[in-house]
């Protein structure tokens, strides 16, 4: 019967990065429920969705003496919660005869392995099935039952489209083991290794062994290991008689997944790179995505092809996600707001996989009937083989839908079919000789193998209490202290595989030199030193030039990835709290960090300063990295880390950010990478230097090369903002501004222009003599100006093809100056009029606050080809680095120009001009005085004062002044004024700019100062109408008077 996959969320607790920065916690849950939080939408409601199993790992534990994570409220759900709903699930299955898979989703570092693995005593799902596995089989030989157990044990990797069998690495060929198409069992590995094992115990030796591989591949190839998917295959087979009496086998495959990190949501795509298509960061993750959604689709009853071809992965997932096999998924979930994209892409992934069906059968079968299935199955495909013909596709792959494939796709699936059939002929024979074969015979086979081996780690476990060693350290903690070399007093040469004599510890990868270093002892104490002038070898971060002593917990890196811990058992006991308690990955590569001149301390830093600490720690052992493949591979090109403020980057707003500048040393071309296209870049050199390893054909023509960038590609340059605000008071603004690329240095000047418009669009200049007192006046009325962008002075030679760009209030559409060619001092010659009717207050704020950013682009001119000597890659980066001293730092801790000059410049100017217009305004007070004292008045009117006040024109304030009755004797106050003024419509032409506010006005259309455009017979109307409803209503305004003296 049809079954749907089983979800499980898992949210974890904050990690110590994360509580340093005060964290929020985004995940809630309920019941089964789970809850999601945008944190930038606090007020919004949470988002909901609905799994199987709702896991809450984030708090309400503690840790007990073993380290193991026990419950301090039921709410908290630990290993055994986990075991016991799922774990349990999947035992009961297996032994009913069902093939079960388990995989776990989540972005890097969410919790996949913990679940599915475990650390330490928190055993995941994978130990304690296997535990439990062997607890029932002894059980049932303690009650006597007549049946064999038979269990297998396989673990493979899949990185980079690459099979490798992780228990046998000698097999692993260039490419990777092939997956292969059974036309019963479906995908498969070909010649991967089942290793009979007999106890838990073998098992766990089997999977420490498998995961030493996996560390010292990763650690060789620099291969980011959360990129690698990684799955444990166990067959349990129990054969007995069925009640004919015939030899039956009942068996099921339980594959256990824990698959590679998955990307960030922003990162595929934006970053607007043009080598993004044929650089999916990870192929079979993509296409893992696409195989649930299509299933998703399929089980609402649409037509759809689902592409378990197109990866690695999905071939070999095929039976879990649609199959044969009863599946889980754990969905393992960051608590942080800072990861919210990805937790909501993965929480809306598990949501589809929810979804899914899948068909479980037992699998029983007599073991005759078996054989004699693979033998007549053999016969057919000799048979096939032989006749020559062509293989029908729907014999083979009858399960594929080929109704959306090509002609060309089908041809390649029939060759592909027939490389299969060889392959499983072959297959069914091995299968049909291993069952001839003994149980008893593959254990004794397998135990044999591994004894010595076993017996060695143990040894080295025990000696490793007592004698200094190094052991590894991972960016993934799986992988952590995986590789251990003790070190007996003696001396220790490090090297790679090409030193002759051999090193007695083997490194390789890159920057590691035939001899780069050496350990030596007297008596008690350690020494390191390099061997070769040029080895990359750090102490504690920092560069080891002479002979160094050792100390306990100290952390040694050799080469550009090769992280090592020193451990002196003798030292730590003696002086306890001498040493560092624990050292981890994140620290050592901080203490690199800080000794490359990045500020890494955490006193007092904001939340935005610790995210782009992390950022740093993340970039700086990936920039270094590509840049040992450039000199390797002797690309000529140097990345360099670079941190840019949301400005320099042309936003007006977002977070200081780390970026890599890509420096051609050829041309000295520079183009600045975001993180996602630099990490995106990197994967690529990876896979270029795994190829060149390999000696294969490596070399990628410039249009793939990730080390290359089009020479014509358009570049920022730099950026200038033009404050608003002086438009914000109908002021002009003329500016010469400083042009300051991403560290904030000058490169040149722009000459910018704002100026404020009247309603049709004619610039109010400083002769017009219009302004307003407060921005706020501008809201309702029609605000209008022109950005003038004259030219630039003085840019580098360097470019060319120069435009400016800008983008006004809210356009999402940039303004693009032409494009001017040839000089250091383009004329743009520029000028765009910007309308808005009405003014919203938000438009108003925006020009009182706000800052235009003009950035400014161009091409690069290369710089001629270098006469002389041709140097090698390595040989420029030493002179570059000698020349500026400096090592992939770019621009941290350098000074950049104080960003609020330019602030200041035009709020002076406009802070001069408002000074200007108080002291007109206060001449114009001084004459209303001076008038109403001529005319024996000891009181004015408060209308006219009033309009003196918000006269926006010396005309309008004249006018009022007029209005002051002359000395007739009619005394002081009892003067009726019949007023004419009307703000609003004597405002001449600059009526629409001001908004309506105030509470009397009346209107003369008579009035000299105001002569009628469209405008304001439009505002008159609207405002006849309003004066109605007044009067009809609350009667006329009241008039106040006030006494001026
Ligand atoms: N439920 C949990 N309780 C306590 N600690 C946890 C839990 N889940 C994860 N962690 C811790 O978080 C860290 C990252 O977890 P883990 O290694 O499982 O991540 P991952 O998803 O496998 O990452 P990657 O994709 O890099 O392999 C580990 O140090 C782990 O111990
Ligand atoms: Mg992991």
Redesign the pocket.
Known sequence: MAEAVKVAV????F?SREKARNAKLIIGMNGNTTTIQDPEQPNEEPRKFTFDFS?W??DS?KEAADGY?TPTHPKY???KMLFDDLGKGILENAWTGYNCSLF?Y????????????G?GP?KGVVPIFCEEIFVGIDKKKGEGVKIEFEVTFSMLEIYNEQVRDLLNPASNKKGGLKVRQHPKKGFYVEGLQTIPVNSYKEIENRMDEGTRNRTVAATNMNAT??R?HTIVGITFTQKFKNDAGAETAKSAIVNLV?????ERAESTGATGDRLKEGAAINQSLSSLGNCIAALADKAQGKNVRVPFRDSVLTKLLKNALGGNSKTIMIA?LSPADINYDETLSTLRYADRAKQIKTQAVVNEDPTEKLIRELQEENEKLKKLMASGGKVSLNDLAADEDQAEMSEEEKEALRKELEAEMQATLEENQKEMELMRQSWEEKLREAQQAAAQQDQAELAKKNEKKTTPHLYNLN????LSGMITHLLKPGTYKIGNNKADPPADIVLSGLNIQKSHAIITTEGENYFIERSALDAKLLVNGEPVSGKEKLDHHDRVMFGSNHLYVFVHPKQAQASPNAYPKVVTYEMAQEEIAQNSGFDMSTDKKSNEDLLLQEDLVDMLPAVEEANAISEELDKKVKFEIVVISPKARGMTSGRTEVCVKMRNLDNGLEYIWPRDKFFRRKYMMQEMYQNYQEGEDWQLPDEKDPFTEPADLEVQIGSCNVYLQSLAYLIDLKESMEITDYKGKELGILEVEAVPCNAKGKEITEADDVFVEDPKELVGGHVSFNIKIHAARGLPNKYTDVCCKYSVYLDTDPTVTKVVGGTSNPEFKHKKNFSFNPATSQLVDYLANGVLMVQVWGKQKAAGEKKGKKMTTKEMMMSRALAQGSGIAGNAGEKTVDVNKTFYVFQIATLKKRQERLEMKIGQFKKMVETAEKSNKARIHTHIVQQVLQAQHPKIAEAAIKKIPKDDGAGDLSVQLAFTLSRSSSMSSVSSLSSSSSSSSSSSDSDPASPMTEETKKTKKKQGRKRRSRKDGEGPPKSAACTIM
């Open positions: 898992r949210v974890r607790p990690n896991y790992s984030h534990y994570l759900a630990d290993q776990a989540g972005q890097t570092g969410s919790g996949k392995s913990y679940s599915i693995v650390y928190n290991s959360s690698a824990d698959l590679a990190g998955s393992a960016v993934d903690p799986q």
